[in-house]
């Protein structure tokens, strides 16, 4: 245990500029620049070590939504991400990975955060994804069983498909993840590619059983660096404080809270979603017919799903509103294509878009397609 003395109040943007050789902030924080080297440096050690080991580093954009002096919506724009944030994010997967490794060889109960690997299920779906943009996780060949079905619609329309069976043995690592976001990076299909491995992954919860970490190829792992936000990591502080001085760790069922924590931190998760979604919908309640450039993220046989680029939003334009043609979904090509012409539509294309509707209480956005000269 210790006592920490702030010396300073730092802004991630201050030291990412200092960092950077901005001669104002360099001797304003003259007495801190070797420490903010000196942790630039080992931080760019732990992240070499961790890509080392297969670690999986996605770099997906967040929204930040910005205000005026009056609270009024401005903008929405890409949230920053520069090395200060890279050096904290390293210091606590160091410090995290160092107490659940701690905590596990003294052979203390305790909350380990897991990832379990992917489905094979979810691995084959990307993998026929990603095969539509010429890349792949190189597994090799993949052995799946297709059974051709009918799907039999109300109002009596008969859809043909393939029921894809995957082989539960097939074998991914987080190195195989690893080489293609490193393949992709700086392309064009590395957004909507970014986004669809993230999908075929399972989500992190908390258990007291070790399955390890399969994102960052970590052994073992814990929550521990955030215990005023997080009550998993106030659990982890509280054993980690009896076991340094020597007590008997507070009695408590691991497995419940482990369940009842994963549950809540999805329902947080959700809650924050359905907020930025309402700002969103509201900032763009007032722009009713203005045009924007898109991509497509997503096709489903409703439509197409859009993601503004300059603003973070998406909307849907339905498939039935698509000029031109009758569109139909081709479910195992993951396409929408025109009866007559044969022009298809797929996520990763690039569209430009005119905003026709919005519903701030669903959080919906409806956008018509304006068709390329």
């Known amino acids: 245990k210790g006592i920490i003395r702030s010396a300073a109040r730092l802004t991630y943007t201050a030291v990412a500029l200092a960092l950077e050789g901005d001669p104002g902030?360099?001797?304003?924080?003259?007495?801190?620049?070797?420490?903010?080297?000196?942790?630039?440096?080992l931080a760019l050690i732990l992240n070499?070590?961790?890509?080392?080991?297969?670690?999986?580093?996605?770099?997906?954009?967040?929204?930040?939504?910005?205000?005026?002096?009056?609270?009024?919506?401005?903008?929405?724009?890409r949230a920053p991400r520069n090395i200060a944030h890279r050096i904290i994010e390293e210091f606590m997967l160091a410090a995290n990975e160092a107490v659940a490794l701690h905590l596990?060889?003294?052979?203390v109960p305790f909350l380990y955060r897991i990832h379990?690997?992917?489905?094979?299920?979810?691995?084959?779906e990307f993998e026929e994804l990603a095969a539509s943009f010429g890349h792949s996780l190189g597994l090799g060949p993949l052995r799946v069983k297709r059974f051709p079905v009918v799907d039999r619609k109300r109002d009596g329309r008969k859809i043909r498909k393939d029921l894809v069976l995957a082989d539960e043995s097939l074998k991914v690592t987080p190195r195989h993840y690893q080489r293609l976001i490193a393949k992709i990076e700086g392309k064009p299909e590395e957004r909507i590619l970014s986004y669809l491995m993230l999908r075929s992954l399972k989500q992190a919860r908390y258990s007291p059983d070790n399955t390890g970490h399969f994102a960052l190829a970590a052994p073992a792992y814990t929550h521990f660096t955030s215990p005023i936000r997080r009550y998993p990591d106030?659990?982890?502080?509280?054993?980690?404080?009896?076991?340094?001085?020597?007590?008997?760790?507070?009695?408590?069922d691991l497995a419940f809270l482990g369940e009842h924590c994963s549950f809540t931190e999805r329902r947080a998760a959700e809650a924050?979603?359905?907020?930025?979604?309402?700002?969103?919908?509201?900032?763009?309640?007032e722009r009713l017919g203005d045009e924007f450039d898109a991509l497509v993220v997503s096709v489903t046989k409703y439509g197409l799903f859009v993601e503004l680029l300059d603003l973070f939003v998406e909307g849907l334009i339905p498939i039935e509103l698509i000029p031109g043609d009758r569109y139909q979904f081709q479910e195992n090509a993951r396409r929408?294509?025109?009866?007559?012409?044969?022009?298809?539509?797929?996520?990763?294309?690039?569209?430009?878009?005119?905003?026709?509707?919005?519903?701030?209480?669903?959080?919906q956005?409806?956008?018509?397609?304006i068709p390329s000269r």
Not at 116 to 124: L, M, N
Not at 274 to 285: I, N, Q
């Open 104 to 107: 596990e060889a003294a052979g």
């Open 336 to 363: 929408i294509i025109g009866a007559r012409t044969r022009r298809i539509y797929k996520a990763g294309d690039t569209v430009r878009v005119r905003l026709d509707r919005v519903d701030v209480l669903a959080r």
């Open 234 to 252: 106030l659990v982890v502080h509280r054993i980690l404080s009896a076991l340094l001085e020597g007590k008997r760790p507070p009695d408590q």
């Open 25 to 41: 902030l360099r001797e304003r924080y003259a007495g801190l620049v070797p420490q903010l080297e000196l942790m630039q440096e």
């Open 48 to 77: 070499r070590k961790r890509m080392r080991r297969g670690s999986i580093d996605f770099d997906l954009p967040e929204p930040l939504i910005e205000f005026d002096e009056f609270g009024e919506m401005t903008g929405i724009t």
């Open 272 to 285: 924050e979603r359905e907020l930025v979604e309402w700002k969103k919908a509201k900032f763009m309640a």
């Open 365 to 369: 956005l409806q956008f018509s397609l």
């Open 116 to 124: 379990e690997p992917p489905d094979p299920a979810k691995v084959i």
